[in-house]
């Protein structure tokens, strides 16, 4: 079993739409939960950064985490056609980041 | 200001070559990591820097080595190609110490195929 399991994908949703990205972990000493986000042939980029089991919102993208049932979640309001990208979670403690697979998502105009 | 900066962007080997994927930060990070992307499977951690001198493995060490000599530079050699090497390496680098360590700054990646 792997310690980070997301959803695989693809998903494709119609411009407007809530998306809901799904990460489960089975590591407790995880600490720190992120969401990266890559476009096509880029390196990723740090879209979100959580310590602390809750929610956290910026703009139209919020990263929920839930330390007792070992789950997060990254929501984004109101996708646009730029939205579209591959999402990783990650999480980790001390020096290194364990990353979920990620999702490949395409929001349609 | 560059950032994370990889090169080459793309290369193709024959099985048994070596060869070096460069990686150079101008952003003073101490923290310095090679992953490999491959599809399914996520980033995997190769090796990592925590300073100039120090290196240390990661999940999927075997068959590539790194040094650092700058703080700028962490380049990853390959020492005899395989098939199996073939993948997207991202050079990652950070600040360094407490929970900002894992704040990832990634460069633009090398995707290697072995032949």
């Known amino acids: 079993q792997k310690e980070v399991e997301q959803d695989p994908g693809p998903l494709s949703v119609p411009e407007g739409a809530i998306v809901s990205l799904n990460c489960t972990y089975s590591?407790?000493?995880?600490?720190?939960f992120m969401w990266y986000r890559q476009y096509s042939r880029k390196g990723p980029e740090l879209l979100m950064y959580t310590y602390s089991s809750g929610n956290k919102e910026d703009g139209r993208f919020t990263a929920q985490v839930d330390k007792s049932s070992k789950y997060i979640s990254l929501f984004i309001r109101d996708s646009q056609p730029s939205d579209s990208a591959t999402y990783l979670c990650?999480?980790?403690?001390?020096?290194?980041?364990?990353f979920g697979s990620g999702t490949q998502l395409t929001v349609l105009p | 200001n560059a950032g994370v900066t990889q090169t080459p962007k793309f290369q193709v080997l024959k099985t048994g070559q070596s060869m070096t994927l460069q990686c150079a930060q101008d952003m003073n990070h101490e923290y310095m990591s090679w992953y490999r992307q491959d599809p399914g499977m996520g980033l995997r951690l190769i090796h990592y820097?925590?300073?100039?001198?120090?290196?240390d493995q990661g999940e999927v060490p075997n068959g590539y080595n790194v040094s650092r000599s700058t703080t700028e530079d962490f380049p990853l050699r390959l020492l005899s190609a395989a098939p199996s090497q073939t993948s997207v390496y991202f050079c990652?680098?950070?600040?360094?110490?407490?929970?900002?360590?894992?704040?990832?700054?990634f460069g633009s990646g090398t995707q290697l195929s072995v032949l």
């Open positions: 990650a999480m980790g403690s001390a020096r290194q980041l364990t």
């Open positions: 820097s925590v300073g100039a001198g120090i290196t």
């Open positions: 590591n407790s000493a995880f600490q720190y």
């Open positions: 990652a680098s950070s600040y360094t110490g407490g929970a900002t360590n894992e704040k990832l700054f």
